[in-house]
C-alpha cells in the first residue's frame, strides 16, 4: 500500500494484522465480511496515522506507531461493542 506522508513523500508499506474474533456469530450475523472490513480498518488507520508523519519519523518511530495502531484499534472496536450492546435494550 502506497502512503503520502506528511512531507509529501510516497511511501509504500507493508503490515500484517492479527485478529481473534471473540463472538462468530456476532461476527458472522453483524458483519458481511468480517476479515476484509478488519482489514480495511486496519488499512485506513495506518494510512491516516502515517500521513501525520513526515518519513524520518516512520522510519525511526516503528515501535510507537505499532503501539498506537494497537491501542486506536482496540478503543475503536471496543467503543463499537459498547454501542451495539446498548442498541440492543
Known amino acids: 500500500m502506497q502512503i503520502l506522508s506528511k512531507d509529501s513523500v510516497t511511501v509504500c508499506v507493508d503490515a ?3 485478529y481473534r474474533v471473540s463472538n462468530a456469530t456476532i461476527s458472522v450475523t453483524n458483519v458481511e465480511d468480517a476479515h476484509r472490513s478488519t482489514r480495511l480498518l486496519a488499512q485506513t488507520t495506518l494510512r491516516n496515522v502515517l500521513g501525520t508523519k513526515n518519513l524520518s519519523e516512520i522510519l525511526s ?3 510507537n506507531i505499532s503501539h498506537f ?5 482496540f478503543v475503536y472496536l471496543f467503543e463499537n461493542k459498547q454501542q451495539r ?3 440492543s435494550d
Open 85 to 87: 450492546a446498548g442498541n
Open 16 to 18: 500484517v494484522v492479527y
Open 69 to 73: 495502531m494497537q491501542v486506536y484499534l
Open 61 to 63: 518511530d516503528r515501535e
